[in-house]
């Protein structure tokens, strides 16, 4: 009897230290986010930006990439409605001994392919760290539909490459609806 009492007082004590307070605290202007610190090459990095009603400014604040070569916060994401244009702004640190180049790649909204209006290329000094910005761009001479009409999810691919050579890929998906 006093060993299933042990047993009964061990399983409710590691119940205790591993139940801990898991409640998110989100303000109105920020966004929820699946995110981990173990984010790995290969793993879907998921934002959910639709926490927010005012879908042309969103804070993010994410970090979003954190690995022996770079960190990759998303700070925001805007909407232009004159250009009918998204800027996501980043801030990159390299913490490389050698230059890096970041680039973004596959970009789709809603399944659908939008390679063409994305933007978004850099190359940072060893050691160094850069604001910059991801754009996904209209081209109204070639569409005829508004960006915002084409989807509530965007999704890209961040490549971080030394010279030719690929270190990492990670896979990115905001909801903004």
Same mark, same amino acid.
């Given at each position: 009897?006093?060993?299933?009492?042990?047993?009964?007082?061990?399983?409710?004590?590691?119940?205790?230290?591993?139940?801990?307070?898991?409640?998110?605290?989100? &303000?109105?202007?920020?966004?929820?986010?699946?995110?981990?610190?173990?984010?790995?090459?290969?793993?879907?990095? #998921?934002?959910?930006?639709?926490?927010? %009603?005012?879908?042309?400014?969103?804070?993010?604040?994410?970090?979003? @990439? =954190?690995?022996? +070569?770079?960190?990759?916060?998303?700070?925001?994401?805007?909407?232009?409605?004159?250009? %009918? #244009?998204?800027?996501? =702004?980043?801030?990159? @640190?390299?913490?490389?001994?050698?230059?890096? /180049?970041?680039?973004?790649?596959?970009?789709?909204?809603?399944?659908?392919? @939008?390679?063409?209006?994305?933007?978004?290329?850099?190359?940072?000094?060893?050691?160094? &760290?850069?604001?910059?910005?991801?754009?996904?761009?209209?081209?109204? =001479?070639?569409?005829?539909? +508004?960006?915002?009409?084409?989807? =509530? &999810?965007?999704?890209? &691919?961040?490549? @971080?490459?030394?010279?030719?050579?690929?270190?990492?890929?990670?896979?990115?998906?905001? /909801?903004?609806?």
């Amino acid at each position: 009897m006093k060993r299933l009492l042990v047993l009964v007082a061990v399983f409710l004590l590691f119940l205790a230290a591993c139940g801990g307070n898991n409640e998110k605290n989100v &303000s109105d202007d920020s966004v929820e986010s699946d995110n981990d610190d173990t984010v790995s090459p290969g793993d879907i990095i #998921e934002i959910d930006a639709s926490a927010n %009603e005012d879908r042309d400014h969103v804070y993010v604040e994410e970090e979003i @990439i =954190d690995d022996d +070569d770079v960190s990759l916060t998303l700070n925001e994401i805007k909407y232009d409605p004159d250009s %009918e #244009e998204y800027k996501l =702004d980043f801030d990159i @640190i390299n913490k490389l001994d050698e230059k890096v /180049n970041i680039n973004g790649k596959d970009y789709y909204f809603d399944g659908d392919s @939008i390679d063409d209006r994305g933007y978004f290329r850099n190359m940072i000094d060893s050691g160094d &760290s850069r604001h910059t910005q991801m754009l996904i761009l209209n081209h109204e =001479d070639k569409y005829d539909e +508004d960006l915002q009409e084409l989807g =509530d &999810s965007l999704e890209f &691919s961040i490549e @971080i490459s030394v010279d030719d050579d690929l270190l990492n890929r990670y896979d990115v998906k905001i /909801n903004i609806s």
